[in-house]
């Protein structure tokens, strides 16, 4: 994942994944899908330090 990310820079993604699960307390339906989250980010390639 890193290499797709140009130095620098950061890369995010959201995606559902399904999922069964029982009702919390207080919530009258299942759980269908839950959600997530990707990130990658790629440090400079330069020898500069700041």
Not at 6 to 32: C, E, I, L, N
Not at 44 to 50: A, E, K, L, V
Request: charged content about 20%; aromatic content about 8%; cysteine-free.
């Amino acid at each position: 994942m890193q290499h797709l990310v140009r130095p620098g820079g950061v890369f995010g993604a959201g995606f559902m994944m399904p999922a069964k699960r029982r009702p919390h307390v207080g919530q009258p339906y299942d759980r269908t899908h839950r959600m997530g989250m990707l990130l990658a980010a790629r440090t400079s390639t330069s020898t500069d330090h700041f």
